[in-house]
Nanobody, 123 residues
Framework: QVQLVESGGGLVQAGGSLRLSCAASGRTLGYDMGWFRQAPGSEREFVAAITRSGGNTYYADSVKGRFTISRDNAKNTMYLQMNSLKPEDTAVYYC?????????????????WGQGTQVTVSS
């Protein structure tokens, strides 16, 4: 079992940057990991994912070119660097992990979730 704790959220002006971190209580090497987000009144949506080795990354079209996902398995930590933030990026961001070797973009496959961290982008 792995427990996940996000940090790094906050309030930022449009065009600014934030770096989210996700610290795991156990080893992350055997897990694909990802970030999802949920805005008020909206469904939870995929943001980015990274395979267990870190060799492959995937992004939602809405964040491609602005966000970068990375991981450090030696530190059992995953990151999301968010640049050129927009008001529509405002949401609670969730860190997640899974052992299944499929469904990288589907929230229904992930079986470990953090508590979420709020990101608010003002215009």
């Amino acid at each position: 079992q792995v427990q996940l704790v996000e940090s790094g959220g906050g309030l930022v002006q449009a065009g600014g940057s934030l770096r989210l971190s996700c610290a795991a209580s156990g080893r992350t090497l055997g897990y694909d990991m990802g970030w999802f987000r949920q805005a008020p009144g909206s469904e939870r949506e995929f943001v980015a994912a990274i395979t267990r080795s870190g060799g492959n990354t995937y992004y939602a079209d809405s964040v491609k070119g602005r966000f970068t996902i990375s991981r450090d398995n030696a530190k059992n930590t995953m990151y999301l660097q968010m640049n050129s933030l927009k008001p529509e990026d405002t949401a609670v961001y969730y860190c997640t992990a899974k052992v299944q070797p499929y469904g990288l973009l589907s929230q229904y496959v992930y079986n470990h979730w953090g508590q979420g961290t709020q990101v608010t982008v003002s215009s």
